[in-house]
């Protein structure tokens, strides 16, 4: 087994097909992770494997333990291999509520799903790539960590969100102080607004806003876009750095006057 093997949460769809689908073209053998969709991550397979990729959709909440780990259990079940992680899978904050109004149910599934499942499912493949890197097996691995402009800039009517994204971002600096002695790199990729089931609620609100200037570069970003920065990323252009953040935001992160 020679090609290299990445698992990419979330990949039924959007953001997380669109990086599944480079990946594989970039010659990975990848695992199509989803929640509820298996239609579209099946297709998303199909289509890797009309492509000449290789590829397997593998059903999973990667809030909840056993998800996580029939994830491991079916990628290095099929490839014994595991040289990249994309945590990807996430969901927005549910009815979009006032901080003032927030719930404690909806806190416990945003954080679960958005933070506290990349979490471990990051020490699982850690644990599995330092394993493969001792035996010789990888000569290294990498861990991509999909953030958001949430995690600096405030949304008071979705703050389980924006909490559970500025924990992705200090845990992307955890790992990578932690495992970068030990030839794994960690990042974080944090997309801006991007055209995607998620945003589609609030279209109108965008167009107008993106009109007006909210970003320098003034369309909406697309999942190919994205998905073009995670693989630059793992085609080692950065051999040495870890912890960086990469904006795919069309500039949203910059301070103008």
């Not at 330092?130 to 010789?136: F, R």
């Amino acid at each position: 087994m020679s090609k290299r093997v990445a698992i990419v949460t979330g990949s039924s769809r959007g953001i997380g097909r669109a990086i599944a689908e480079t990946l594989a073209a970039d010659g990975f053998c990848v695992t199509v992770n989803y929640n509820s969709s298996p239609d579209a991550a099946n297709e998303v397979v199909s289509q890797i494997e009309r492509a000449g990729g290789e590829a397997i959709a593998v059903q999973g909440n990667v809030g909840s333990p056993e998800g996580r780990a029939a994830l491991m259990d079916a990628t290095l079940g099929r490839w014994n291999r595991l040289d990249l992680l994309v945590n990807n899978a996430g969901i927005t904050s549910p009815g979009r509520l006032d901080i003032l109004e927030a719930t404690p149910e909806n806190w416990d599934l945003v954080l679960d799903t958005n933070l506290k499942g990349p979490f471990f499912l990051s020490q699982a493949a850690a644990n599995a790539m330092l394993a493969q890197i001792e035996a010789g097996t990888i000569p290294a691995g990498k861990i991509i960590n999909l953030s958001s402009l949430s995690s600096y800039a405030s949304s008071p009517n979705r703050g389980d969100y924006c909490v559970a994204k500025a924990g992705l971002a200090m845990m992307t600096q955890l790992f990578a102080d932690r495992l970068g002695k030990e030839n794994i790199q960690v990042f974080e990729v944090c997309p801006g607004v991007i055209a995607t089931d998620m945003t589609g609620p609030v279209k109108e609100k965008y167009d107008k806003q993106i009109e007006a200037g909210l970003t320098p570069i003034h369309r909406w970003g697309q999942p190919e876009d994205v998905a073009k920065a995670v693989s630059a990323i793992c085609a080692d252009y950065f051999p040495f750095s870890t912890g960086e953040r990469f904006n795919v935001d069309g500039g949203f992160h910059l301070r103008r006057l």
